[in-house]
């Protein structure tokens, strides 16, 4: 308890990588356990614990032990993000069967586009912000005329 204070102050005054370190493998295992036992989905066990370790780390600074002990107010944040994640809404799963597939020539057009779009992206990118705001902004008029004329997906 006294050590993890200290790595608490480390990280808030002066935002010590290996006090994070240490703090987060004291709890990673309870913490993961914990999510676990609430989702029940094995694959996003390891990303949802890491995001409540993020969450964690930026909240930091604004801890104070005198409002609650640590360990409280970590599983809190994990109890909120684990209340976020059930409240995103699921993927509806798509049949592959029922996938209507492109004709081997719409992909390889697709293919060139990008390869050209890449191309202008990266002349466009070499230029000075003023120059970049200036193309992007006639693209945008250009691309919404043309929505306008030919619907939204430009057919």
Known sequence: MEQEQKWIRAIQRRNSQDAAEQLIQSYYDKIYRFVCRQT?????????TQSIFIAVLRALPGY???????????????????????????????????????????????????????TIEGYISGLNPGEQAAVKSRYYRLTGRLRKEFGADGS
């Open 64 to 118: 104070r032990v005198e409002r609650a002990s640590f360990r409280t107010w970590l599983y809190r944040i994990a109890a909120n993000k684990i209340i976020d994640t059930r409240r995103k809404p699921r993927p509806v799963p798509f049949p592959i069967e029922e996938m209507e597939l492109p004709a081997a020539e719409d992909f390889v057009a697709r293919v060139h586009d990008q390869a050209l779009l890449e």
């Open 40 to 48: 029940g989905s094995k694959e996003d066990d390891m990303d949802l």
